[in-house]
């Protein structure tokens, strides 16, 4: 008999798993398969906090439970280490990237084997070793065969004090996070991967996958398909008269109001239809809108601005001149790089054209003769007005009319728009993984041959900017510098490196055979374990790494190296951990060494102040980011593991509040207690729980499997209550442990060997329940008068019609409201309610 040491036991059951090979993948064709991936983390330096754990620790429950349901089981764990904040210490310090990497990564192991989570460590993958990045340079390589790899220049955010490249993430309103110097935009070549030629499927196949709809329709959003008609209107006058914008519109039928277009500064027409007078004014303003990222000119409560160029077009369908804008709400990367402005039915050219004094014509009025308001523009469907031919019909007669007409004039055409772009795949960095190319002034572009893959980083000393805007790669001529695979003439590398989204687009599938020197997976194994089944992380990447993946999984498909048309079966997203600021009349904030609480007061340990509490989302910033090796220290990785699957529902943002953890704690101590105390001759006689059991094995079984970890830990601890205030049997003991050891599987193993269970408990069998011990004989009928609850009685479950009836009649709460009435008609719903009708 004796108290549980965390310390002792949680480092002796780990150690054994270790020696044991107990988390190593084993495939058994008889077997059903189950692959559960957690999204791989960037290693930073500051190591894992418990919003990390929170998503880990879900997986491994499952896993473990499917373990003991007799699935095959994947749960791999690697590292997505190429990065921004490795490159930009190592321009700080001098320290090689792959030695912050290292460190960072050993520290990361180090943490989730502390929590105890079941990886197969024989699995590992780092986006950063050459063996792995080697098939990441190979995939590229077919997409450059098929043509979905090409070069052309793009702008980029630069700073003119670093004479950097910068990351969006790099720059803040505006302005380079390093010096504070204003970013400019710089035109660079640029590597694209044409990802919009998928953009169909990428669409039609979400309907495959099981996601939660909020990320389905981020997908759907940023696919942004849209139906419309490409109109052209020619330039009237000037040095390009006759010359064609073309924009696209999903309101064709309001084609006669557009009273003016408006251009992207960037459009190659801006020069050519500016007149003199108006040319400094339009320089001033695209040297302004180059300063911007596009998310600042997209913005859509920004105030609008932008400048007359002094050159007009022709409006097709009415011949009407109308002005020539340029703004930077318009991109030229987006569309067309011009829009048709209407001002009376879109809000955003309302605001302009009020500003600017620019007319107004309401073409489109509501079923009820209803049109803009002052300030507002009328945006809805409705009846044509105003609007020649099709003056009268409703919206969308008038599209498809005002479609015919353009292409019978030869003006224009019904279309597919999508909001998605091709993705600008390289970066200037030296940090990330090089691309596969030569430049041959002779041969021009040549891909690197397969057989000489990995490209691999240089080892060099320095790692400042060239100065130019190209990578740091591109100063170390002895690297640079090469032979031309194709005539064997002297050549140079590509210098641009693939962005941090690369390594990440594929790993899912290395893991399935990471040390293949041959090819990135065998087939066979492929077709074993794809597609996953589980995949859990962060909301945050709910966009960009999710459509990215996809749509390099989809070319791996059309080209046979994959059997799935989507990659991920099943996403969940775990909730944000928030946690309590503390912070003191100044604004100082303090970490959770320095504070303590009394009677539910904050209060700083070294002065004693009292101190604001606030709830916020973790950040180091605020210095309110808890380290689980903290946790931990004090009460184990079974305590953590516990409190962060019991915080609340998997997928709702929840606090995290140190005082409530010593509940988790508590739990633990009772269940230890049961089974360290527990003598099997003097159990209780006969089996007084067995209707609490399988109740409970199929609550908790059905709740893990549905994520709904609180409510399966919930069930436990009312399992747990109903052993201490009606005894327990050996097999309540046993299924306990079972039910519990997913979650905490340290204290798990120390009970089932204690309980004089065989090997490990995640080799056990998960208890099996009896639906007929599920099913109460008696149950609660409620009682209604005149559809009002009014009392309710225990009875049997199979009671008759008539007996619930004359059992309801005769119940003292209920007397009282028929007093004084006639009882007109009684309602039996059997195993439900009795509902009396009397006046």
């Not at 030629?197 to 389905?216: F, G």
């Not at 605020?622 to 962060?644: F, M, Q, S, T, W």
Request: proline share 5%; hydrophobic share 35%; glycine share 8%.
């Amino acid at each position: 008999m004796g108290t549980y040491d965390h310390v002792i036991n949680e480092k002796k059951w780990q150690e054994r798993w270790k020696q044991a090979e107990l988390h190593k993948t084993n495939f058994d064709s008889s077997k059903p398969k189950f692959y559960a991936l957690d999204m791989f983390p960037y290693p930073s330096g500051s190591g894992l906090h418990v919003g990390h754990c929170e998503g880990y620790t879900a997986t491994d429950v499952i896993t473990r439970l499917k373990r003991m349901q007799g699935w095959n089981v994947l749960h791999p764990m690697g590292w997505d280490a190429f990065g921004l904040p490795a490159e930009n210490y190592a321009i700080k310090t001098g320290i090689h990237p792959s030695v912050t990497t290292e460190n960072a990564v050993n520290n990361f192991k180090r943490q989730i084997n502390s929590v105890g989570f079941a990886y197969d460590w024989d699995r590992e993958i780092n986006t950063t070793d050459p063996t792995y990045y080697k098939w990441t340079q190979w995939i590229f390589l077919q997409l450059y065969k098929l043509g979905l790899a090409y070069e052309g220049v793009m702008p980029i955010n630069w700073c003119p004090s670093c004479k950097t490249g910068l990351a969006n993430e790099e720059v803040t309103s505006g302005k380079c996070e390093r010096c504070a110097t204003q970013v400019e935009r710089k035109d660079l070549r640029q590597w694209i991967l044409r990802i919009t030629k998928y953009a169909d499927r990428l669409l039609e196949d979400l309907s495959e996958v099981d996601w939660p709809e909020s990320t389905l329709m981020m997908q759907r959003n940023w696919i942004g398909r849209s139906e419309g008609a490409e109109v052209c209107f020619k330039v009237d006058g000037g040095d390009c008269a006759g010359e064609e914008i073309k924009v696209f519109t999903t309101r064709p039928d309001t084609l006669f109001g557009a009273t003016y277009l408006v251009l992207a500064p960037e459009h190659p027409l801006v020069a050519k239809v500016t007149i003199d007078s108006q040319k400094d004014a339009v320089e001033v303003y695209k040297i302004s809108a180059r300063r911007k990222s596009d998310l600042e000119r997209t913005e859509l409560s920004k105030d609008k601005t932008g400048v007359f160029t002094g050159g007009y077009a022709v409006n097709p369908v009415n011949n009407t001149k109308i002005p020539i804008w340029i703004a930077d709400y318009v991109l030229a990367g987006y569309g067309t790089g011009a829009i048709m402005a209407v001002p009376a039915h879109d809000q955003r050219d309302y605001e302009f054209a009020t500003k600017y004094s620019i007319p107004i014509i309401e073409v489109v009025q509501g079923a009820d003769g209803s049109i803009s308001q002052q300030g507002q523009a009328f945006t809805e469907e409705g009846i044509s007005i105003n609007s020649g031919f099709i003056s009268g019909l409703t919206t969308a007669d008038a599209k498809k009319k005002m479609n015919e007409f353009l292409e019978s004039e030869g003006i224009g055409k019904g279309t597919v728009s999508y909001r998605l772009r091709d993705w600008i795949f390289s970066r200037q960095r030296y940090w990330g993984e090089p691309i596969p190319i030569v430049h041959c002034k002779k041969c021009g572009t040549v891909p690197v041959p397969e057989n000489e893959l990995p490209v691999k980083l240089p080892e060099v000393d320095r790692y400042e900017p060239s100065g130019t805007g190209e990578s740091p790669l591109a100063g170390i001529t002895d690297w640079l510098n090469t032979t031309c695979p194709s005539c064997g003439g002297p050549a140079k590398r590509e210098t641009n490196t693939m962005p941090q989204w690369a390594g990440s687009c594929w790993y899912y599938l290395r893991y399935l055979d990471p040390k293949n020197s041959s090819e990135p997976w065998s087939k066979e194994i492929e077709k074993q374990w794809m597609n996953v089944d589980l995949y859990v992380g962060g909301a945050e990447h709910a966009v960009l790494h999710l459509l990215y993946s996809r749509f390099w999984h989809k070319v791996l498909y059309d080209l046979g190296y994959v059997s799935t048309k989507e990659p991920f079966k099943k996403l969940r997203h775990q909730g944000t951990v928030l946690a309590a600021t503390y912070k003191d009349e100044y604004g100082k904030y303090y970490e959770f060494a320095d504070i303590e609480f009394k009677n539910d007061t904050v209060i700083s340990r070294k002065t004693g102040e009292r101190l604001k509490s606030e709830i916020e989302k973790m950040a180091k910033s605020k210095l309110n980011g808890v380290n689980p090796d903290d946790v931990i220290a004090n009460y184990g990785a079974d305590v953590l593991r516990l409190y962060e699957l019991f915080m609340g529902e998997f997928e709702l943002p929840k606090p995290w509040d140190p005082r409530a953890i010593e509940g988790c704690n508590r739990f633990l101590k009772r269940i230890w207690r049961l089974v360290d105390e527990f003598d099997e001759l003097r159990q209780p006689s006969g089996d007084p729980l067995l209707k609490v059991r399988h109740k409970t094995i199929k609550k908790v079984t059905s709740d893990i499997e549905a994520m709904k970890f609180n409510t399966a830990i919930a069930a436990m601890m009312e399992y747990v209550n109903e052993m201490y205030s009606s005894g327990a049997v050996k097999e309540d003991l046993v299924t306990i442990v079972k039910l519990l050891g997913p979650c905490a599987p340290h204290i798990g193993d120390e009970m089932w060997e204690k309980l004089g269970g065989k090997g490990f408990l995640v080799q056990a069998q998960w208890p099996s329940w009896d639906e007929t011990h599920t099913v109460d004989s008696v149950i609660t009928i409620v009682v209604q008068i005149n559809g009002k609850l009014r009392g309710d009685f225990m009875a049997d479950r199979n009671a008759s019609r008539e007996d619930l009836e004359k059992i309801a009649l005769v119940q003292e709460k209920v007397k009282p409201f028929l007093e004084g009435k006639t009882v007109r008609k009684v309602v039996v719903v059997p195993g439900k309610l009795v509902n009396i009708v009397a006046n």
